[in-house]
């Protein structure tokens, strides 16, 4: 089983920055694939960002490409989200997901490929 845990939500000014973590315990996080996914109302969760649990492949929905970015810090089983040049559209909660994966360089963009996920930080962006 992994545990995985959000921090770093909140309430921040269109153009704005925030740093989401993403703390994995019960397994190594470096035999994991990590995942952010958000959800706003009335829509369906979708992509954010990516890593391979090298973190040498990253994976960027085009709506968040130059503006997020997706990192990781295996020696602390953490995941990072930051989220540079908020706009209100980006409002959302934003859930870490994780899956075991056996490669250095691969990474999943589908829900049902993740096995594990947090349970959300909402991040709330004001115009």
């Known amino acids: 089983q992994v545990q995985l845990v959000e921090s770093g939500g909140g309430l921040v000014q269109a153009g704005g920055s925030l740093r989401l973590s993403c703390a994995a315990s019960?397994?190594?996080?470096?035999?994991?694939?990590m995942g952010w996914f958000r959800q706003a109302p009335g829509k369906e969760r979708e992509i954010v960002a990516a890593v391979s649990w090298s973190g040498i492949s990253t994976y960027y929905a085009d709506s968040v490409k130059g503006r997020f970015t997706v990192s990781r810090d295996n020696a602390k089983n953490t995941v990072y989200l930051q989220m540079n040049s908020l706009k209100p559209e980006d409002t959302a909660v934003y859930f870490c997901?994780?899956?075991?994966?056996?490669?250095?360089?691969?990474?999943?963009?589908?829900?049902?490929?993740?096995?594990?996920w947090g349970q959300g930080t909402q991040v709330t962006v004001s115009s």
């Open positions: 019960g397994r190594r996080a470096s035999s994991l694939t």
């Open positions: 997901a994780a899956s075991i994966v056996y490669s250095t360089t691969y990474y999943y963009t589908r829900l049902n490929e993740y096995a594990y």
